[in-house]
């Protein structure tokens, strides 16, 4: 079966750090571009980066940059974004999804509460 | 970048048939053939109904269809059923060499 998994949410204070990781199974994660959108609890999608399927390409949300990374490890079939210096507005479940064109595989979502 | 416009609700009886729009500018929506939409429901990850405008992945019912006109973008529903409901959403690129993509607000389709 085709699918990413996300994990690493949790509860974290602001201006701290957390690394989530999105790893996938059922095809060859490094064959295709992977991006993170957020989803605040009640709101619609945000685009929050994107990775180019070698990682020599990487874009990011004006309001995010400079504080989020995002990587991969095609080798283990994953991809990761590393949080640092969040904000009460980062608050959101966090979606990896395989593109592009369109966002054709989702994950289920990982949730980071900043409190 | 703005997110794109779409109604907040929608709501249909079974079998009837609802269209949500969908819009943005030539920046985005009219821009580029790369308008997507997404139906999510509660707790789930997005699923992609409709990409590059008007074409249906594999596996989904050719009751949904997709068109544009200038800056809109129109998601129909055809034969309403229980299953439809949820939240649906609109995209677009918004960079050809970036593939950053904005999304609508959502909205709410309640089947009756």
């Known amino acids: 079966e085709v699918q990413l998994v996300e994990s690493g949410g949790g509860l974290v204070q602001p201006g701290g750090s957390v690394r989530l990781s999105c790893v996938a199974s059922?095809?060859?994660?490094?064959?295709?571009?992977v991006t993170w959108v957020r989803q605040a609890p009640g709101k619609g999608l945000e685009w929050v980066a994107n990775?180019?399927?070698?990682?020599?390409?990487?874009f990011y949300l004006e309001s995010v940059k400079g504080r989020f990374s995002i990587s991969r490890d095609n080798a283990k079939e994953s991809v990761y974004l590393q949080m640092t210096s969040l904000r009460l507005e980062d608050t959101a479940v966090y979606f990896c999804a395989r593109s592009p064109p369109a966002f054709d595989v989702w994950g289920q979502g990982t949730l980071v509460t900043v409190s | 970048q703005s997110a794109l416009t779409q109604p907040a609700s929608v709501s249909g009886s079974p079998g009837q048939s609802i269209t949500i729009s969908c819009t943005g500018t030539?920046?985005?929506?009219?821009?580029?053939?790369?308008v997507s939409w997404y139906q999510q429901h509660p707790g789930k990850g997005p699923k992609v109904m409709i990409y590059d405008v008007s074409h249906r992945p594999s596996g989904i019912s050719n009751r949904f269809s997709g068109s544009r006109s200038g800056n809109t973008a129109s998601l129909t529903i055809s034969g309403l059923q229980a299953e439809d409901e949820g939240d649906y959403y609109c995209s677009s690129y918004i960079s050809s060499t970036t593939f950053e993509v904005v999304f609508g607000g959502g909205t709410k389709l309640t089947v009756l």
């Open positions: 030539s920046s985005d929506i009219g821009g580029y053939n790369y």
């Open positions: 990775i180019k399927e070698d990682g020599s390409e990487r």
């Open positions: 059922g095809f060859t994660l490094s064959h295709y571009w």
